[in-house]
C-alpha cells in the first residue's frame, strides 16, 4: 500500500456493528491517484456499508476513512467538495428534470451560472442525457436514472468518484459507454466502484479489492487474483467459500444477473 499521503481514498481499521450483528470488521485499504479500484463481493458481503462510511453518511464503530487527506467525519463540506458519489439507488426528485436537477444540485454546491452551465453540458455528453434533459424523472428508465445519478456524482468535477453498482439497471451498450467513460476518468481521478460483476473487474479495474463477511480477503491487482485461478469467476468462489453454479446446457454463468 502507498504511504497515507499519496492515497485518496483510505480506510484504515474500519468495523461497524449493530449489537452484536458485525458488518464489516477491520476494513483496510488505500486508493492513489489515478487508479480505479473495483470494490468486489457477495451481496450482503459489506460493500455499501464501506462505501457510506468512506462518503460520511454513516459513521464507522472503529477505524478511521480518510479521502483526499482529509478524515472524513471531521471535514464533512471539505470532503463533500472533493468527492462525487453514486449511490447505489441515488436519491432523485421525480418531479423534476435531469435539467432542473443539475441546476439545483450545481447552485447548492455554489457554482457560479457560467461554470455550472459549462459543467451541465459536459456532464450531459458524458453521460448521454440528450434525449430525456427535459422528460420528467419519474418518467425515466432505471438506465436513465442512473446515467442522471453518474451525471450527478461528475457535475462538480471531483477528484474522488465512489461508485456504487454504477452499470446496475443499463442496456449492454450503455454498460460499455459506462465502463468506457470510468476508465478515461481514472487517468485522471481516483475511482472506487463496487460491484458484484466479475465483468467489470476486467473492463475497467488496475486494482481489486475483496470483502466477504464483512472482512478483507484480498486487496492487490486483478493478475495477481489470478494467480492460483485460472480465472476472476474461480477466484471469487475460492475467496469466498461458494461453489460455482451448475452450468445449464448452452448457457454461460453470467454474474452480471446475481444480485
Known amino acids: 500500500m502507498d504511504s497515507t499521503n499519496e492515497l485518496m481514498i483510505e480506510a484504515s481499521g474500519l468495523s461497524k456493528f449493530y ?14 491517484p489515478g487508479q ?13 456499508t464501506t462505501m457510506r462510511i468512506l462518503t460520511g453518511y454513516l459513521a464507522p464503530s472503529e477505524g478511521t476513512a480518510r479521502l483526499a487527506g482529509m478524515e472524513v467525519s471531521k471535514n464533512r463540506l471539505e470532503v463533500a467538495a472533493r468527492v462525487g458519489y453514486l449511490p447505489e439507488n441515488g436519491p ?14 450545481g447552485e447548492a454546491r455554489g457554482m457560479n451560472n457560467r461554470v455550472l452551465k459549462d459543467r451541465i453540458d459536459t456532464v ?36 474522488i468518484l465512489i461508485l456504487d453498482e454504477p452499470t446496475s439497471g443499463l442496456d449492454p451498450n450503455q454498460i460499455r ?20 460483476i466479475l465483468q467489470e473487474v476486467e473492463a475497467v479495474a488496475d486494482h481489486v479489492i475483496m470483502i466477504h463477511d464483512g472482512r478483507i480477503v484480498f486487496n492487490g491487482t486483478p493478475e495477481g487474483m489470478l494467480a492460483d485461478d485460472p480465472s476472476l469467476e474461480a477466484a471469487f468462489y475460492r475467496l469466498t467459500g461458494s461453489l460455482p453454479p451448475a452450468r445449464q446446457p448452452e448457457t454461460e454463468p453470467v454474474m452480471e444477473e446475481h444480485q
Open 19 to 32: 449489537g452484536s450483528f458485525i458488518a464489516i470488521q477491520d476494513v483496510s485499504f488505500g486508493v492513489p
Open 124 to 159: 450531459v455528453t458524458q453521460c448521454a442525457l440528450e434525449p430525456v434533459l427535459h422528460k420528467t424523472i419519474r418518467k425515466l428508465s432505471k438506465g436513465y436514472r442512473q446515467r442522471l445519478g453518474m451525471a450527478q456524482a461528475l457535475l462538480h468535477d471531483p477528484d
Open 177 to 196: 459507454e459506462v465502463r468506457g467513460l470510468i476508465r478515461e476518468l481514472g487517468k485522471t481521478k481516483s475511482v472506487l466502484l463496487s460491484t458484484h
Open 36 to 48: 480505479v479500484a473495483a470494490f468486489v463481493g457477495p451481496n450482503g458481503a459489506g460493500k455499501t
Open 92 to 105: 432523485l426528485y421525480p418531479e423534476m428534470t435531469p435539467l432542473s436537477l443539475l441546476k439545483f444540485l
